[in-house]
């Protein structure tokens, strides 16, 4: 089950710079994104959503691009700080009769370098 | 801030025995569900609970897996008759609406 990709499994940034973490769908039927940050050992943190009614939502430094045209989205870490450091996860969820199930990509590990 | 807690963070089991994982979900939401991750794989998701009643599920969610929600607080997972491959960690998640939490996991180990 492919319908949520993240082609990236690891991804270095120098502190103070900008994080790009990328996801990929195919299943036109997703209407809802999030993304989770992730420690070893830990559940997945929940960092920040969007509709896809929206293209672009922001929380503090974190900002998550939809483009619907072509099933992408991405998360901008800015800037990036070392206790970023994680494994973040995109998760799509579509409409069913009451309760979202999340299908979720395979992660990124993200280090950022002081 | 309100979250998710799991008990107990880790069950050491042997093959044919029955577990029970257990789960606080935040106490206004009002959608549960139970996901699992087995070593170096995705998060999957094995079944949602809303109304007192399973809402969907997953193939990984068969007769062996069952759901409850004993009191107005707990969500449990049982799986009857565990196999070597049940092992993994296993993740609770509520919300309100869209946006689920999680809790920390429960690491099932079955030998």
């Known amino acids: 089950d492919q319908q949520v990709k993240q082609n990236s499994p690891s991804l270095s940034v120098q502190e103070g710079r900008i994080s790009i973490l990328n996801c990929d769908y195919t299943?036109?039927?997703?209407?809802?994104f999030l993304w989770y940050k992730k420690y070893p050992a830990e559940g997945p943190t929940f960092l920040i959503s969007?509709?896809?009614?929206?293209d672009k939502n922001e929380d503090g430094r974190f900002t998550v691009f939809l483009n619907k045209s072509a099933k992408h989205l991405s998360l901008h870490i800015v800037p990036s700080q070392p206790g970023d450091s994680a494994v973040y996860f995109c998760?799509?969820?579509?409409?069913?009769?009451?309760?979202?199930?999340?299908?979720f990509g395979s992660g990124t590990q993200l280090t950022v370098l002081p | 801030e309100p979250e998710v807690t799991q008990t107990p963070s880790h069950q050491v089991t042997q093959m044919g025995q029955e577990v029970i994982l257990r789960c606080v979900p935040i106490?206004?939401?009002?959608?549960f569900y139970w996901y699992r991750q087995i070593l170096g794989q995705k998060v999957e998701f094995l079944v949602s609970?809303?109304?007192?009643?399973?809402?969907?599920k997953s193939e990984i969610f068969d007769d062996q897996f069952s759901v409850e929600r004993p009191d107005g607080s707990n969500f449990t997972l049982k799986i009857r008759s565990t196999k070597l491959e049940d092992s993994a960690m296993y993740f609770c998640?509520?919300?309100?609406?869209?946006?689920?939490?999680f809790g920390p996991g429960t690491r099932l180990t079955v030998l």
């Open positions: 998640a509520s919300s309100a609406w869209d946006t689920q939490y």
């Open positions: 299943n036109s039927m997703f209407d809802y």
């Open positions: 969007i509709s896809s009614i929206k």
């Open positions: 998760a799509a969820g579509a409409p069913s009769g009451s309760a979202r199930q999340l299908t």
């Open positions: 106490s206004n939401h009002l959608y």
């Open positions: 609970f809303y109304n007192n009643e399973i809402s969907e």
